[in-house]
């Protein structure tokens, strides 16, 4: 069996050029593992950050980064009951999602339809669950709610959208460019989408009647969007924030940029939060910790809804899972030239 394998790797922080690919030690599954030999991985922004140097918690330099792979279980070792090799398994990582093989604990993959291909199952978990978390978990969405998705394009929102319409809210979203503002209206259904790049805020208090009314707004952009987000909450409304991409505009990081954004997005004293009766949710899949467990439930019922119809994991480019790959699909999201996921996909 194989010892190594072989890995797009983050050597330092920098531009996408920095990306390397190598072969690095592959463990043998111990004690309730299993060994996926993956056939894609998805690509996420928080990938970017990383790379960039503008994460949080990460692994010591040099690491393969990746939250999400699809593939095929190779090995199970001791005590694996629920797995057996020849298995299609979907997995969600700490990190390490960029290589040919991974070995990971059996209770972070879960079964994926076999109507789908590799490329598209390792683009549903982490965009369809954040955005399930951020709706349903956090936002406690109901039937009726006014929802506002920042970034309605990408990976997330295009998940985001496809939810809560099928849940019954109103919903509404921004995007950068024309074409991606009609898909999310005409395609995926929500009620209006806004210009990302241009005074949506202005724009969404007219489609309002001028009043506040939304109940839940899903914030991955920091900066200047959270405040404005919270103007626009009715009483009891909520902002689920689970990113800051105004940290990065460009594809090098930039403390300046980084600080601004971080200051624009401001500091929420809890006081400040009574008198308009709102509330503020941050989420991060990686540090559910104790509430891991609903994850796996979600995500069946996520399967479920795409098996049934009800919604589909938009996949915008599959890349190879190649350094060169890599490379291109990081450069790709700088661009924000993404309608929905990216992924990289192994050789066949």
Not at 19 to 39: C, K, Q, S
Request: include cysteine.
């Amino acid at each position: 069996m194989p010892t190594e394998t072989t890995a797009v790797l983050i050597p330092r922080f920098g531009s996408p050029e920095v990306l390397v690919e190598r072969e690095i030690p592959l463990a043998t599954p111990g004690p309730g593992e299993i060994h996926i030999r993956v056939g894609a991985a998805g690509v996420n922004f928080a990938d970017l950050l990383q790379r960039a140097g503008l994460y949080g918690q990460v692994p010591e330099l040099p690491y393969p980064p990746g939250f999400e792979v699809a593939g095929t279980v190779e090995r199970v070792g001791p005590g694996v009951d629920e797995w057996n090799v020849g298995d299609t398994a979907v997995a969600l990582l700490r990190f390490g999602g960029y290589a040919r093989d991974v070995v990971l604990p059996s209770d972070q993959a879960f079964p994926y339809p076999e109507s789908l291909t590799a490329a598209e199952a390792a683009g549903v978990p982490v965009v369809f669950l954040t955005a399930w978390v951020a709706l349903f978990e956090t936002g406690h969405a109901r039937p009726g709610d006014a929802v506002l998705v920042l970034g309605a394009g990408g990976g997330v929102g295009t998940a985001a959208v496809q939810l809560a319409v099928a849940h019954g809210l109103q919903v509404f979203g921004t995007a950068g460019t024309p074409a991606k503002r009609s898909y999310v209206v005409d395609e995926l259904g929500a009620d209006a989408c806004f210009d990302s790049r241009g005074k949506w805020a202005d724009d969404l208090y007219e489609a309002l009647g001028r009043k506040r009314g939304l109940d839940i707004a899903l914030d991955p952009v920091g900066g200047k969007a959270t405040p404005a987000c919270r103007r626009l909450l009715n009483p009891l409304g909520r902002v689920v924030f689970y990113g800051m991409s105004e940290a990065m505009p460009g594809q090098k990081r930039s403390w300046i940029k980084a600080a601004l954004a971080r200051f624009r997005t401001g500091s929420i004293h809890p006081l400040s939060l009574v008198a308009p009766n709102q509330g503020v949710f941050g989420i991060h899949l990686l540090y559910l910790k104790e509430k891991e467990s609903l994850l796996g439930p979600a995500l069946e019922k996520i399967y479920d809804g795409i098996v049934g119809g009800r919604w589909e994991p938009v996949m915008d480019q599959s890349f190879p899972l190649t350094r060169e790959g890599a490379v291109e699909a990081h450069r790709y999201l700088h661009d924000r030239k993404n309608l929905g996921k990216v992924v990289l996909e192994a050789p066949a």
